[in-house]
């Protein structure tokens, strides 16, 4: 079992700057892929990020050059940088913790935290 809460959303300004984080508990994080999802209203929920155990990064299009992430195992955290927000950034964002082998996803070991809503309008 692995635990997800996330923080760090909130409302911000077009072209401000958040920081999401999700700390994980319960299981070996380090063997995760961890990622970030998101919905807005009225639409499916969305791949944003994703990062595997070793570090390989995956970006949707529309985030690229703007948005980070990262992972501090140590701390059992999942970090997304997200830089040069725009009102179509808004959405609640979730975390997700997925266990991999060999390249296909255990769907008994896929997680998700409660959310946290991003909120970008002037």
């Known amino acids: 079992q692995v635990q997800l809460v996330e923080s760090g959303g909130g409302l911000v300004q077009p072209g401000g700057s958040l920081r999401l984080s999700c700390e994980a508990s319960g299981s070996i994080f380090s063997s995760y892929r961890m990622g970030w999802y998101r919905q807005a209203p009225g639409k499916q929920r969305e791949l944003v990020a994703s990062?595997?155990?070793?570090?390989?990064?995956n970006y949707a299009d529309s985030v690229k050059g703007r948005f980070t992430i990262s992972r501090e195992n140590a701390k059992n955290t999942v970090y997304l940088q997200m830089n040069s927000l725009k009102p179509e950034d808004t959405a609640v964002y979730y975390c997700?913790?997925?266990?991999?082998?060999?390249?296909?996803?255990?769907?008994?070991?896929?997680?998700w935290g409660q959310g946290t809503q991003v909120t970008v309008s002037s």
């Open positions: 997700n913790a997925a266990r991999v082998i060999g390249g296909l996803v255990i769907k008994s070991s896929v997680y």
């Open positions: 990062i595997t155990s070793g570090g390989t990064t």
